[in-house]
């Protein structure tokens, strides 16, 4: 009898469509919001920030800014993008391999930015008026069509690190972005599964999904008129969730002033549900879009993945690649939805 | 001036000769042991523990043990293989896949389990006697035999998460493993960037890291009449070490008396020297071997990884599979080396 109960409702593996990668979903005991250990992000507040308005000095100079009154590095700015001041990659340099005897590397050409979303050091993303997320996008959007003019560039990665557990090592809202010379692997993964699927099928793998779980409905957090919001079929992490261009679109820069308005406005009420869901946790997010010198593809769509810092990435996800997530989508999907905004 | 100060050491990408991951190698502010924040692992005790002798009857029977008395489920053992309570796979079940529209699913089949290293509540795996060590490798083995027999199962990763920051749940010091009925990844990966060299160089990728690396010198931590502990040439994470047989073995349980001997002093001396330098972190290892029902591969060579919890995997990293390391392997190398057992 014990042995019944304890099967009544099995583990499952689950693929995901577009890399192939398995996870495991834990059927048997899943786990609710309120079963996490949950590390709420309360903004203090005190000491200096480097990121405040009349601290313009204290950074390098700005890349872009969109401003009401003052000078480039002056106050009066509402969103500012400057260099990272220690950045993981630097635009000095060449491109040259060079070798170790079998190893292989080059200099680290990039760049790493810091997108500050608001003058307001009190605030977070969610909580910003619609207007000011649509300008953190067009920020994105300006900074992405810049780098793209430099071909040593191949990929801009935009991400957001939300509390410290999440990784964030300052408390201002703000977006980073790390522009590379390689395709990273995760994105080319991603490029080569979905190209998989558009040989076999002539149809593109997100566009699929997306028919798919609007005709289901059970991963459906939100919808709007281009975008659509949805816990995926096999997330590797509890309360993962994308968001997703309605209407095929490869590249992210391409994105025009209704789109802009109504991602603003889904990014923003999605990060409110998850404010609500799970008690202002730490939080990433990373935008996936094709590489910055490809032409539109018909098999890649661009989308946000949105990940909730809820469990550690010990020791058998590191040394598998394989994810063990304790909430199944349609669960985790069903407490968005229900939450208010 | 100020540029030239700021470019003194650019930043590096380094490429995994493994499985083509580039990473990124901040040569610039290069963290060293006292930069990171440390959260020192410490065994506090008291409170109920199932893993404790004497509570055998709280844990699902045993699967395997080592003792010096009593009989099964009794005190009085040195070693202790228990499943999980809460398994992520189970053994009972049909490999059968189903498809949900477009996307694929199976059932959880496979195994995990729980290796409790010591009866001692109080102790870490650091500082057990080289003989204990060795006992619980040979757990190890003998568990992978045993799985082996079940054909479904196509791998066995064995691992550790040492500390609540690395992912452990209960603090009495243990290894676990999952069985798993395909092969993970990122082991996958590994075997096929080791098959591509092969091809090319008709040698064993991690051979010729060894053998480079011995002659360098730079980047080896200890090193043993049969084994090897070295800082990779592009590590993922500050402070990651390889422990790897000198000669090539593709298979784990393949071991012998005298590397076990010798496996369990290395692996022994490096958690000392890792409890040393970084003042007793969270670590996680995990051990990469041959798929279970492959016979012997003249290109994949069996190893442990071990990984202290100094950085945050946060958004860059999984959004791109990059990492960013702020030390470079070889001072890493340097400060463990110089570090006393």
Redesign the interface.
Known sequence: MRRQRY?AC??????D?IT???V???ND?VKRPSDFFRETVIVQGGGFCPYCPGNEAKTPPEVLAYRQSGGPNEDGWSVRVIPNK?????V??TLERHG?????????IGAHEVIVETPDHMTTLGELSEKQVESVLWAFRDRVLDLKRDVRLR?V?L???HGA????TSEHSQC?L?A???V????Q?EIDGALRYYDFKERC?YC??IR?DVA?GARVVLETEHFLAICP??PRFPFETWILPRKHASHFESIDVPLAENLAWILRALLRKIDRTLEKPPY???L?TTPLQESAMPHYHWHI?V?PTLT?????E?????Y?NPTPPEEAARFLRDSGL
């Open positions: 099967n099995l583990p499952e593996l689950r693929k469509p192939g990668r398995w495991i979903i834990a005991r220690f950045p993981a990659l630097r000095e340099g170790e005897g079998m190893y292989d590397k080059m200099e680290g990929y990665l991400f957001k690190n557990p999440a990784g964030a980073q790390i590379l010379p390689v990273p692997r995760q994105v993964e793998v699929d999904m798919q289901g079929y096999a990433n997010f990373v996936h993945e990940i550690k990435y010990a020791g058998f590191w040394g598998t690649g394989f063990l």
